[in-house]
Structures are given as C-alpha cells and as structure tokens.
C-alpha cells in the first residue's frame, strides 16, 4: 500500500528502504520512494539525517515502537557491529500518525516486519 492510501489509526503495511542510525541507541525510519536513498545513507551519521532526507525525497515514517526495536537490536543489529547506518528493504505493518499536515509521519505498534539485506537474507521479525 502506498501512503497516498492512508486512513489515520488504520493499520496499513508499508514497503521502502528501512534505514537504523546508531547501532547502539537505535534511531529507525522507513523512506517510502525517494532516489538514491542507499548512496546518501549507507555511511552517513545520525547528526546529519535530516539534511540527507531532504536530498532523497519521498516521504519518511520515523518508527516510534519499543517492541519493535527491542527485537530489532536483538536479532539484526549484533551483526552491524558499531555501524552508523543500516540501509535495506523492508515491509512494515503498523499505524501511521501525523499530529498536524505540517508534522513528520510516524509508524507504531508495528505488527508485521520483514526486512531484506542486499545479500538476499531475509528477516522477519517476530513482534
């Protein structure tokens, strides 16, 4: 489903680039559309995510869900290491909310995850 479609507090699935800065204190997004969202982000830090967010384009859900990280950082981000940036494909269910049209987009409670590294393994998180 494209965000275009969203109905706010409706659970909707997702599909875009999953990006997590800061292996240690988890910052997570998921860009849907947008270009070069790999070369802008594979190797950049946290300070400068809204800069590179506005190069890329598309529309940005910041993922507001402990659970999700929590798993997140238990099964995925062991094998990053100390990395800056992790960058890969992923489907996401879960509720979008905008406080006012103005504001970012955010994904909670999320249901349903599955995120694809370039090496083809395939994750899906059980949440």
Known sequence: MSSENIIPEKEVLLEGTFVGFDGRDLKPFLIEGGKDVEEILLYSRDEHMDEHFRKIGGKVFKILDENFVTVLKSTMFPLCGNC?????????????????EEAEFTLEKISMARIVEDEGRVFDLEL
Not at 84 to 100: F, W
């Open 84 to 100: 800056y940036s992790y960058v890969n494909k992923a489907s996401l269910r879960g509720i979008v909310r905008q406080e006012h």
